[in-house]
């Protein structure tokens, strides 16, 4: 098992910055697939960014350009830096860690961007 604790949402005008974190109870394997989701009120859970271990990332095409995840194995943390941020970026971001047949969930963390 592995507990997720999401921080770093909170309220931020258009075009301002936020850096999310979330730190992993437990040590990250080589195996493992980090991801970013974020869901926004009355919408589905959508993809944000993923990362690997071995650094390997992709991106959403709404945030690319923007966004930035990065991982740190010594920390067991994962980040997202986002830049330039929208209205329609506001969302409860989660991270995720899929990990062989399981995924971990943290709780989430509200972003909202005032325009």
């Known amino acids: 098992q592995v507990q997720l604790v999401e921080s770093g949402g909170g309220l931020v005008q258009a075009g301002g910055s936020l850096r999310l974190s979330c730190a992993a109870s437990?040590?990250?394997?080589?195996?493992?697939?980090l991801h970013w989701y974020r869901q926004a009120p009355g919408k589905q859970r959508e993809f944000v960014a993923t990362i690997t271990p071995g650094g390997s990332t992709n991106y959403a095409d709404s945030v690319k350009g923007r966004f930035t995840i990065s991982l740190d194995n010594a920390k067991n943390a994962m980040y997202l830096q986002m830049n330039s941020l929208k209205p329609e970026d506001t969302a409860v971001y989660y991270c995720?860690?899929?990990?062989?047949?399981?995924?971990?969930w943290g709780q989430g963390t509200q972003v909202t961007v005032s325009s």
């Open positions: 995720n860690i899929h990990r062989s047949l399981s995924d971990y």
């Open positions: 437990a040590r990250i394997f080589p195996i493992d697939v």
